[in-house]
Nanobody, 118 residues
Framework: QVQLVESGGGLVQSGGSLRLSCAAD????????WAWYRQAPGKQRELIAE?????????NYADSVNGRFIISRDNAKRTVFLQMNNLKPEDTAVYYC??????????WGQGTQVTVSS
């Protein structure tokens, strides 16, 4: 089992920025794609940003965050980051990280709460 620990959330005003971190004690961290997900109250968890495992670390974003959020990874530190800029009230949610390849096998972390006030 892999432990996923998200941090960096908080309360921020609309237009502000936050940087989330996800520490993963995955032995083969480098071998996985990684992604950030979020779950707003009353809604399903959704994938918002993904970074590939190599070959240039390609990234993909949900339309709702494209151009505002940036996902990155530090393989040496086994950490995934999410830089969130120009935050909007609709970004309010609990944010989680995981590997899309391993969702069937790895439990979710506790997540980190992001609240954006208008």
């Amino acid at each position: 089992q892999v432990q996923l620990v998200e941090s960096g959330g908080g309360l921020v005003q609309s237009g502000g920025s936050l940087r989330l971190s996800c520490a993963a004690d995955a032995t083969y961290f480098n071998s996985y794609n990684w992604a950030w997900y979020r779950q707003a109250p009353g809604k399903q968890r959704e994938l918002i940003a993904e970074i590939s495992r190599g070959g240039g670390y390609n990234t993909n974003y949900a339309d709702s965050v494209n151009g505002r959020f940036i996902i990155s990874r530090d393989n040496a530190k086994r950490t995934v980051f999410l830089q969130m800029n120009n935050l909007k009230p609709e970004d309010t949610a609990v944010y989680y990280c995981n590997s899309p390849q391993m969702l069937e096998y790895w439990a979710w972390g506790q997540g980190t709460q992001v609240t954006v006030s208008s």
